[in-house]
């Protein structure tokens, strides 16, 4: 049976739009891997992001991941000491000319910061609001409507499901699991299908003394299975930038492992085609390894 594997790239910052987004898009042509970025759309304020200093695990993940070599200090001071550069105005070619290159393209958030951080507190007009700021700056760059959404730091509820069935999206990916599911939170099932990421990102690995960063294209490879779809999330800031090699050897390996990529859209209009045959599933916040805080996953 052959392994199928689909990329999803989460872009959450100015320099990750402008940097890694066009070196992605170079290695996955040249590998001929199809992928969906989804792009934050607003203000960058990746530098308000030092309030998960009270989360559990954030100092271990910030001393393993080497976050300033990553982001940069420019970018870790956007929206504190430095104004926060709005992404969308700025970067907008720069993501038209992903689509163009017939990549899928999404919506991660339009306030990274804001939507990671706060979307648990915010009530449902907030997140109805949020969500369309991003909606309207991604319809502005692009001239149609996004048909699918990420949710930033795998934050999801109730109310930004219900907000995502407003706008009538394809699917969404906004959680960590095992299969595609229609998510069901507090007893209600929702009709967005939901593809997760199945695969440990490679922040969640790198820096650990039982990953050195030799390893970890083959510690993925050693993760695919040959009975589902596997989803792998990547990020503009990580894979197109600071471990950029990383992933390049990743996907070599994966073509000389025969491994066959997939589109996360095809993927999901084939799903939906039976609809009847897509489980339904709890969604349920949990902590994994590697991350700090709960996010969003499929329980078992």
């Given at each position: 049976m052959a392994v199928r594997l689909?990329?999803?790239?989460?872009?959450?910052?100015?320099?990750?739009?402008?940097?890694?987004?066009?070196s992605l898009a170079a290695d996955l042509r040249e590998f001929g891997a199809p992928a969906c970025f989804l792009f934050s759309l607003?203000?960058?304020?990746?530098?308000?992001?030092?309030?998960?200093?009270?989360?559990?695990?954030?100092f271990g993940k910030v001393?393993?991941?080497?976050?300033?070599?990553?982001?940069?200090i420019r970018t870790?001071?956007?929206?504190?000491?430095?104004?926060?550069?709005?992404?969308?105005?700025?970067?907008?070619?720069?993501?038209?000319?992903?689509?163009?290159?017939?990549?899928?393209?999404?919506?991660?958030?339009y306030?990274?910061?804001?939507w990671q951080d706060h979307v648990q507190g915010m009530d449902l007009a907030a997140v109805r609001s949020e969500f369309g700021a991003a909606r309207s700056?991604?319809?502005?760059?692009?001239?149609?409507?996004?048909?699918?959404?990420?949710?930033?730091?795998?934050?999801?509820?109730?109310?930004?499901?219900?907000?995502?069935?407003?706008?009538n999206l394809l699917y969404s990916s906004d959680t960590r699991g095992t299969c595609p599911f229609f998510p069901r939170i507090g007893g209600n099932v929702f009709r967005t299908l939901e593809v997760p990421s199945t695969l440990p990102t490679l922040d969640e690995l790198m820096g650990r003394p039982e990953f050195p960063d030799a390893t970890l294209a083959a510690h993925l490879m050693s993760l695919l299975k040959?009975?589902?779809?596997?989803?792998?999330?990547?990020?503009?800031?990580?894979?197109?930038?600071?471990?950029?090699?990383?992933?390049?050897?990743?996907?070599?390996?994966?073509r000389s492992a025969g491994i066959e990529f997939v589109g996360l859209g095809d993927e999901a209009r084939a799903?939906?085609?039976?609809?009847?045959?897509?489980?339904?599933?709890?969604q349920a916040m949990a902590s994994i390894d590697g991350r700090s805080g709960l996010i969003a996953t499929q329980a078992a």
């Open positions: 689909a990329l999803k790239v989460d872009v959450d910052t100015d320099r990750g739009t402008r940097e890694g987004v066009p607003g203000p960058d304020q990746t530098g308000r992001a030092i309030t998960r200093v009270f989360r559990p695990g954030f001393s393993r991941t080497s976050v300033v070599e990553l982001y940069g870790l001071l956007n929206g504190t000491l430095l104004p926060a550069p709005h992404i969308g105005r700025r970067n907008a070619d720069a993501m038209r000319a992903v689509r163009d290159a017939g990549f899928e393209v999404g919506i991660h958030s306030n990274h910061y804001r700056e991604f319809a502005r760059i692009f001239g149609a409507e996004a048909q699918t959404a990420g949710a930033a730091g795998w934050q999801s509820n109730e109310r930004s499901r219900r907000v995502y069935e407003e706008a040959p009975d589902r779809l596997n989803v792998f999330t990547l990020h503009a800031e990580i894979e197109g930038m600071g471990r950029r090699g990383i992933f390049r050897e990743f996907l070599a390996a994966c799903l939906l085609a039976d609809r009847g045959a897509i489980p339904v599933c709890d």
